[in-house]
């Protein structure tokens, strides 16, 4: 079971850098309205807090904290739509 709720984790943490990827990628006005500490190293930093929290709920849930997998997946969520409604041009 935990082996499972780990590739899950790991397969929506794959979608999240690839929304987060288009989003840096689309050069929406939003994109220069962020701190100047996100820019640095060309918005990169932002990958580094994605993976952080990839990595954090991959742990968590290899070490029996099932619930984690439904947080990841709220967070999955909220990705889909931030990354929706900017890439479609919405906001």
């Not at 999240?16 to 990169?44: D, I, T």
């Not at 807090?49 to 969520?77: Q, S």
């Amino acid at each position: 079971m935990a082996r499972v709720a780990v590739i899950f984790v790991f397969l929506m943490g794959i979608g999240n850098f690839a929304m987060h990827k288009a989003v840096l990628e689309s050069g929406h006005p939003l994109l220069g309205r962020m701190p100047w500490f996100v820019h640095m190293l060309g918005g990169r930093i932002t990958l580094v807090t994605e993976f952080l929290v990839l990595l954090a709920a991959l742990l968590l849930v290899a070490n029996g904290w099932p619930a984690i997998v439904w947080a990841y997946c709220g967070y999955t969520a909220l990705n889909i739509a931030s990354a929706w409604l900017i890439l479609s041009g919405r906001v």
